[in-house]
C-alpha cells in the first residue's frame, strides 16, 4: 500500500506544529529501539532497525486526538512512547509499515495538586523521578518506585501496570491510580472520574491500565499520595535456606505487617560490584545463604510493633538477625542494578535479561529452586530476589546472563533461556511477566489461559480501533 | 396479578427439552418471589398491591458451571433475557425480572472450593451467603473481613455484582481489593478466569473490569479471594466532636497517618441519637420515634401514638429536618458520635490504637470510653432488617452511598442532605474512609400511605438527590450498585467514558441476554 507520506507529514505538522514533528533519522534512529534485550543483542550486528516514520510530541490531549485521527484515517500504526525504556519491545516500531511515534514526554506538567486530599493529577509524559522530585518538595511522594525511575514515564507506568520496589506498602501503580484521562484510537479523549472507591459498574480505568496503549493513549492521570517519611528503618535477617524467610514474610504479611521493602536474596554485602576493596571472596557457604531485608515507614509506635512481628516470626524459623546494616546497604544501591544494558550492545557474546514471575507463596520456593537450578545446569549465572511480596504470593525476579561462542549463539542462547523460564515457571504453577508488561516478547511465551485474557484483549480492540493502529503487535494484539 | 403463560409456554417447552436435567420453576410464587430485589422502589408499589408487575418466565437453578454455559447457549438461541440472583437483597433494583425472563438463582453454586491458608486464600462459589462462608473461614481460623450489614441474606456472587463494601474496610477493603482472579461464564458461553496469574498477568485486569458489572457482561462463578487471620485482639471506642465536619477533619488525619482501623463511623447529629440508641428488638420506626418524641419531647410514647406521631413528623419533613439542626445540641450533649475500631494482630492494634487515640483527642474528640463502640459492635447487623417494619408502619425509608475525596466532602454532605430535605426526613453517617477520601451514608425516610403519591416523591427524592452528588462531585454509589434505580444517572457518572463499559457490553454480550437496563446498558 503506498502511503501519501508529504500529505500526512504535512497534517501532522498541522496537529502538533511543525517544531514539534520530526523525520529526520537523528530522531527515528533514536526511537527505533527500546530497552528490549534481545532487539539490543541483533542491533549489535550493525543491523539497526529503521525506526518510526514520524515522530511527534503533542502538547496535550487534544493534540494527541488530532494524531490519532490522521493515523486512523491513513490506518498507520502509532505507539504511545515515554521513555523507552521498554525491555520487552513495547515501545519499539515492528514491520516494514511507516509508524508513528507519539512521544509523551511533553506532556508533563502537574496540573493539580490537592492536599488535603492527598492526589495529584498529573500528565503522563512525566519522568518518574521529576514527578517524585516535584512531590517531594512538597512533602509527598508517590510511593512508586521502580528501577526506571530515572527513565520511564508515568504513561508507561501506568500502561505496564509496572511494581516498585515499595509495592508491599503502596501496590503496583494501578493501585495508586484514581482516575485517566486517555485519547482513544478515533480521537475521542475520555475521562475516567475520580472517586476514593466506587459502585458504578466496573472500573473502566482498568481497560487502559496494563494496556500497552492498545486501547488508547493516556494523557493524564489521578493519583494518591503519599506523605514524605521523615524516617526509615530497616532490618535483616539470614536464613540457610530460601523457604523458612518466605515463610516468615508470608506470616508477617498475613498478621498485617505493612512493610516498605521485603525482599529475600543473596547477602547484598557479597556482591561483587558492591563489595569492599579489601574483603574476602565469599565462600560457598556464604552464597548459599538467604536473607530477608526488610524496611519500614510510618508512624515509630506502630513500626516499632511491626518490626517486633517480623523479628519473632523470622528468630523462630531460623533467621539469624543481622541488624538494620545489610539492608540499608541494599536501599542505598537500589538503583544500581537497573538499566545497565551498554555490556550488551558492545559485548558481541553477551545475553542477558530479567525474568519475572509471579505465583502465590505455597509455590514459590519448588519456583525458586527449580529456576536456579535449570539455569545453573546450563553455566548460565543468575541472581534471583524474591520481591513485590504480598498477602497472596509474591514475585521471583531473576537477573541471568552469560556469554556464548559467538553471536549468533548468544541469540539462541537467550531464547533458549526465556523458554526454559517460561517451562519451568508454568510447571511449577507461576505466571510469567508480570512487572514488566508483555510488549512483543512476553505475550509469545504465556500459557493458555493468559493467551485466552488476551484474545479478549484483541476482541475488545476491535471494536475501539477498527483500522488496528494502536501499538499491534503487542500483547498478542 | 401475574400474567397467565401464554406465548411464553413454548418458550420454557423449549428450555426443558434444551436441559431436562436442569431445575426449573415456574410455580406463580417462585415467580413472584423472584419478581423483585428489595429496592424500596419496588416496595412502595408493593405497599399497592402491585407485588410482581413483571413477572419472570421461570426460576432456573443450575449446579455448575457447565449447565450455566449451557443456559447461556439456550438463551442466546432463543433471546431469552437471563437476569442473576443471588440472595434477592440488592436494594437498588440490579436483580428485577422483566416480563418473560428467566431469573438464574445462583444459591445452588454455593461451595467452598477450596481453603488455601498457607496462600491466605480462598476459593468460592458465587452463590454461597456471606454469613457462611464467613462462618466456613473462622472454623479455620481465618476471616475474609467482609462484613455487609446484609452478611446474612447476601452472596459472594452479589457482592461482586456490585462492588460491596462491608464495615471494616477501611482495614480489609471492598471486596475489589480482596478478589484476586474470578470465574466468570460470559454472555457468549465461554468461560473465563479472569486473574490466574497471581499478582498480574499481562494486559488489562479482567478481573476489575467484571467486578461491577452487575450481571451485565457475565455470571461470576467462582471467586479466588484473599483471607486473613482471624483477629486476635479488637478494641472499639466512641468520641464526640461538636461538629461533624470537625469529626470529618479527625477522621481525615487518622488514616492519612497511616493507621488502618477496622470501624470507622462518625454519625451526624440525628443519626447520633439513633446510632446509640438501636437495638436489635425495637424497629427503625421505634427508634426513630424514640428518638424525636421521646428523647427531645422527653415522655415515652405509647405505639399507637408513635404511628399518629410518625405520620406528622414525615408529613412535613423540610421541617422536621430544620427543627433537628435546631435541636441538634440537644439531642446530644457529646456532638456526633465516632465509632473507631482496630483488630488483627494485638501489638499492631495496640499501637494503632494509642496512635489513632492521641490523634482524634488532638483533633478536638471528647473521649467516650468503650461503651459506645461496643454497644455499635453489638448491633451492628441489626438495620438490614428493619426495612419491612418501616413499610408497615406507612413510611418509606431507604438509603444512598456516596463518596468524594476530602476536598468535597462536606460540600457533598450538604448538598445531598439539602436535596433530600424537602421529600423525606434525613441523616447521614460517615464511613469506610481512605486516605484520600470517604464515603456518607444518607438514610431517609418519607410517608407512604397514598402508594401512587409517595413512589413519585421517591423519584423525585432520588433524581435531585443523585443530581446534588454529580454536581458536588461526589459518586452516586459507594458499594450498593447502580442496579436500574440509577441507571439514568451513569453519563452524569461517568461522562464519555461510558463508552468504554458499552464497548466491553458489546464484546462480552453481544446478544444482550445478560440483564438488559443494569448499568444504563441496553
Known sequence: MSVPRSEITGQLAEAVGPENLSSSSVDTIAHALDFWPRALMESRQGAWPRGPQ?????????????????????????????????????????????????????????????????????????????????????????????????????????????????????????????????????????????????????????????????????????????????????DTFRFDEVAPAMDALRRSLAAGVRPLVARIQRDPRLRRQDRDEDAAEPTEAELALRVLLMAYEGPSELVEAEREIVRDLATARGGEPLGPAPARRWWGQRFAAGFRMTPLLVQDCLFADYVELGATWRDLPGLYNSLEEAFDKRGWRTRIAVEHARLEGASLGCAFWGEAASPGLALEAYDEAWNLAAEVCHAGGGGLGHVYGGGQHRAALVDASSKQRLALLTDVKRKLDPAGIMNPGVLGT | ??????????????????????????????????????????????????????????????????????????????????VPFGAGSGVCGGTMAGTGSVIVDLKQLDRVTRIEPENNLVRAQAGIVGWHLEDRLNMEGLTLGHFPSSLMCSTLGGYLATRSAGQCSSLYGKIEDMAVSLEVVTGTGEVLETGRDMGGGLG???????????????????????????????????????????????????MQAGLRPSVVRLYDEFDTVLARSSTEKGSEADTLLDAITGRVKGSGALPWLKRQALQVVLARPDLTNRMIEELAPRVSADGCLCIIGYEGDRRLVEAQAGLGHEELIRSGGKDLGEEPGWHWFKHRYAVSYKQSKMFTSGAFVDTMEVAATWDRLMDLYDSVRKAISPFAFVMAHFSHAYPEGCSIYFSFAGPATDPAASRQRYDRLWSKALAAATRAGGTISHHHGVGRSKAHFMTEEHGNSLRLLQTLKSTFDPASILNPGVLGIP
Open chain 1, 54 to 234: 514520524w515522530v511527534v510530541w503533542p502538547g496535550a490531549a487534544a493534540e494527541v486526538s488530532h494524531v490519532l485521527r490522521i493515523a486512523s484515517s491513513y490506518a498507520l500504526p502509532v505507539i504511545p512512547y515515554g521513555g523507552g525504556s521498554s525491555m520487552v519491545g513495547g515501545a519499539s516500531p515492528r514491520g516494514d509499515r511507516p509508524w508513528i511515534v507519539i512521544n509523551c514526554k511533553r506532556m508533563c506538567n502537574i496540573l493539580d495538586m490537592d492536599e488535603v486530599s492527598m492526589v495529584v493529577h498529573v500528565q503522563s509524559g512525566i519522568v518518574g523521578v521529576e514527578l517524585e522530585e516535584r512531590l517531594n518538595a512538597r512533602g509527598f511522594s508517590l510511593g512508586h518506585v521502580p528501577t526506571s525511575m530515572t527513565t520511564a514515564t508515568l504513561g508507561g507506568w501506568l500502561s505496564t501496570q509496572s511494581a516498585g520496589m515499595l509495592s508491599s506498602r503502596y501496590g503496583r501503580v494501578g493501585d495508586l491510580c484514581l482516575g485517566v484521562t486517555a485519547v482513544l484510537p478515533d480521537g475521542q479523549v475520555v475521562h475516567t472520574r475520580v472517586a476514593p472507591r466506587r459502585a458504578t459498574g466496573p472500573e473502566l480505568a482498568h481497560l487502559l491500565l496494563g494496556a500497552e496503549g492498545t486501547i488508547g493513549v493516556i494523557t493524564a492521570a489521578h493519583l494518591r499520595l503519599h506523605r514524605l517519611p521523615l524516617h526509615r528503618w530497616f
Open chain 2, 1 to 82: 396479578m401475574t400474567a397467565p403463560l401464554t406465548s411464553a409456554d413454548s418458550r420454557l417447552a423449549q428450555l426443558r427439552d434444551a436441559l431436562p436435567d436442569l431445575r426449573v420453576s415456574s410455580h406463580v410464587t417462585d415467580r413472584i418471589a423472584y419478581a423483585r430485589d428489595l429496592w424500596p422502589g419496588g416496595q412502595i408499589e408493593n405497599l399497592g398491591g402491585k407485588y410482581a408487575p413483571e413477572p419472570p418466565l421461570c426460576v432456573v437453578w443450575p449446579r455448575d458451571t457447565a449447565e450455566l454455559v449451557k443456559i447461556v447457549e439456550w438463551a442466546k438461541t432463543s433471546g431469552a433475557v437471563l
Open chain 2, 204 to 254: 488489562p485486569s479482567w478481573t476489575q473490569l467484571f467486578i461491577g458489572s452487575e450481571g451485565s457482561l457475565g455470571f461470576v462463578t467462582e471467586a479466588t479471594l484473599k483471607v486473613h487471620p482471624a483477629p486476635e485482639h479488637r478494641v472499639m471506642r466512641g468520641y464526640g466532636f461538636r461538629r461533624v465536619s470537625a469529626g470529618c477533619e479527625a477522621i481525615r488525619r487518622l
